[in-house]
């Protein structure tokens, strides 16, 4: 009897156990899925939700304040998900806020995480619709991946190809990096051309300086004097004895042309006939 009595009291201890076990365990998963405790609800509509769940977090700055609730299609290009959200929450997210689907981790569960909007918007009320932002797609990003990697692989190819030619080809650049003789002609020019430069420089300092318009200037008197000191030598040679009827000759012909233009222009004036004095090249000339 004893025996029956003893098995029968470690029966209802372990059946105790398990039933406080059991409410236990759901209250916490009740408290994680948001069954006890005040809720509200919120919406958000996706072109798709890329593997989202009934059951995966609803995150707020890292946060996670609900669940998703519900998954329905609408239409082939529109998806509307139910939130169940934390109502202690429901004061820091604004009209504006968005929703975005995302991963947990790399490999993780989707999660369904609402961004902040800004403070002076409105605060968001029970059932509203959030505006969303489309996540991104593993395919758009393996599209993206494929295509740098065959941009790589050309830009590779391209390398080698050029690599090879200037190991194997007469270009210059070749020829610079493997003909020596070609690269000391190419230093030989580029020193040619710095001594140039420095010569060049020197030149536009000199004249900076006023060295060369006062070696100019000194030219220019010695031009002067020379041409003075001629003009006198001729002067000195028209008083000459032996030049000096070269001169007196010389001015009696111009003397008589003189007379015979003059005796000609008053011929022309009785006739009436109007003429143009002749331009002389001397008085020119000595003006």
Do not use: H
């Not at 008589?256 to 009785?270: D, G, R, S, V, W």
């Amino acid at each position: 009897m004893k025996n029956n009595t003893g098995y029968k009291w470690k029966l209802g201890m372990f059946v105790v156990i398990a039933l406080v076990a059991f409410a236990v365990t759901i209250y916490f998963v009740g408290k994680q899925k948001n069954i006890f405790g005040s809720t509200f609800l919120l919406k958000a509509q996706f072109k798709t939700v890329s593997g989202l769940k009934v059951g995966n977090n609803v995150r707020f700055s890292g946060i996670n304040i609900g669940t998703v609730d519900d998954i329905k299609l609408i239409t082939d290009t529109s998806v509307m998900v139910d939130l169940v959200i934390r109502k202690e929450i429901q004061q820091f997210i604004k009209k504006d806020a968005k929703a975005s689907i995302g991963s947990d981790g790399l490999m993780g569960d989707k999660v369904l995480t609402i961004s902040p909007g800004t403070s002076a918007a409105a605060v968001v009320k029970d059932d509203d619709m959030l505006a969303t932002k489309n996540p991104i797609e593993m395919e758009d990003v393996m599209g993206s991946v494929k295509t740098s990697v065959d941009n790589a692989g050309i830009i590779t190819a391209q390398l080698a190809q050029f690599s090879y030619k200037m190991n194997n080809s007469n270009g210059a650049l070749s020829k610079l990096i493997s003909d020596e003789g070609f690269s000391n002609s190419l230093k030989s020019t580029l020193t040619n051309l710095q001594t140039s430069t420095g010569q060049f420089a020197k030149f536009t300092t000199k004249i900076n300086d006023g060295k060369l318009g006062k070696a100019l200037d000194s030219t220019m008197l010695n031009v002067q004097n020379a041409t003075k000191g001629l003009n006198e030598n001729m002067e000195a040679a028209k008083n000459n004895i032996l030049l000096r009827g070269y001169f007196r000759k010389k001015k009696k012909a111009e003397a008589k042309k003189a007379a015979e233009l003059k005796k000609q222009e008053a011929i022309n004036k009785k006739k009436g006939i109007i003429t143009t004095p002749p331009v002389n090249t001397k008085d020119t000339i000595k003006q």
